[in-house]
């Protein structure tokens, strides 16, 4: 247990479905990421939240949607996804992102786009 | 061309040999970073460093800068240490990973 949580930790949705994504961590950590580990290719950083601020968008499609309400629960809001968006989404936090702290990853969820 | 390279892709060993996972990087860092992935698809960090050595049971991280090169080793390997090592350059916040390392250790 690293103390961040994700669910649902599985999840099918078609395309024209509307879903989201929720972290939570009561590690104290002020900073929380959103990953995507797609098959076969490295983690990708698709959006840093620090002190509920959005600092970085990594190009991001418009069809995912963060929100980070207070700096214990990050969302992830999903529609007309595509079925190249399958995926395992990560969200990991750190103390801050303004130095090099150690990340805390959840257990990911696994997205099923049909 | 990736900007963390890792090697080998794969690796499969012998319970009890020691092991040695290599990754390249050619972005400035703060900090270099060793993640364990197990299948499921959970992430632990194992090491964080910015110089020299770490040491945590039978792991050991190094990590030279001026080579920007930096090393996992695990010594008298389990099965339980089957995994996916992923080396992660933290370059001023911005994470950048490597493709990971698939270890399998046989009984």
């Known amino acids: 247990e690293t103390g961040v949580t994700q669910t649902p930790r599985h999840l099918v949705m078609g395309m024209t479905n509307k879903k989201s994504l929720k972290c939570e961590q009561h590690l104290g950590h002020n900073a929380m990421y959103w990953y995507k580990q797609s098959a076969k290719k490295p983690l990708e950083l698709m959006f840093v939240?620090?002190?509920?601020?959005?600092?970085e968008n990594n190009s991001v499609p418009s069809r995912f949607s963060p929100e980070c309400p207070n700096s214990s629960h990050l969302f992830l809001h999903l529609h007309t996804l595509q079925p190249e968006d399958s995926a395992l989404y990560l969200c990991?936090?750190?103390?801050?992102?303004?130095?090099?702290?150690?990340?805390?990853f959840g257990p990911g969820t696994r997205l099923t786009v049909t | 061309k990736n900007e963390v390279e890792q090697s080998p892709q794969n690796l499969t060993a012998q319970e009890g040999e020691f092991i040695t996972i290599n990754c390249s990087y050619s972005?400035?860092?703060?900090?270099l970073h060793w993640l364990q992935q197990h299948p499921g698809g959970g992430i632990v960090s194992l090491f964080m460093l910015s110089s020299g050595k770490k040491k945590h049971g039978r792991l050991i991280a190094t990590i030279n800068i001026q080579e920007k090169h930096s090393s996992l080793h695990i010594t008298a390997s389990h099965p339980r240490d089957s995994a996916v090592y992923i080396c992660a350059a933290n370059s001023a916040g911005d994470m950048r990973f490597g493709a990971g390392t698939r270890l399998t250790v046989k009984p």
């Open positions: 972005v400035g860092i703060s900090a």
């Open positions: 939240y620090n002190f509920k601020e959005q600092t």
């Open positions: 990991a936090s750190s103390l801050s992102t303004s130095l090099s702290y150690e990340q805390y």
